[in-house]
């Protein structure tokens, strides 16, 4: 695995599991929301779809580790303001 690779990779990761770990915090702890277990999982879907688009290309100009990571993290916090409306 080239480093650059692993790099981006870890970018969208940790963008998704804080986004998870976020959700769960803001749940359980901080009594925020009361999001179920299924939707408070869906950044890590997110991440998901990341590894599963990766399989050789042609990228689109969109397709950046960067922007997947902001839709682990706009996933994140959607879910919570559906939450904490409903």
């Given at each position: 695995?080239e480093?650059e ?6 970018i ?6 804080g986004?998870?770990?976020?959700i769960a915090l ?24 990341y590894l599963f ?10 397709d950046?580790p ?16 559906a939450?904490?409306?409903?």
């Amino acid at each position: 695995m080239e480093i650059e690779r692993a790099r981006d990779d870890l970018i969208v990761a940790a963008s998704a599991g804080g986004a998870t770990i976020a959700i769960a915090l803001l749940s359980g702890v901080a009594g925020v929301a009361d999001v179920p277990t299924l939707p408070a999982l869906a950044p890590l879907v997110v991440y998901a779809g990341y590894l599963f688009s990766r399989k050789g290309g042609p990228y689109g100009p969109l397709d950046r580790p960067r922007n997947w990571a902001a839709v682990a993290v706009l996933v994140g916090v959607v879910v919570v303001a559906a939450a904490s409306v409903a």
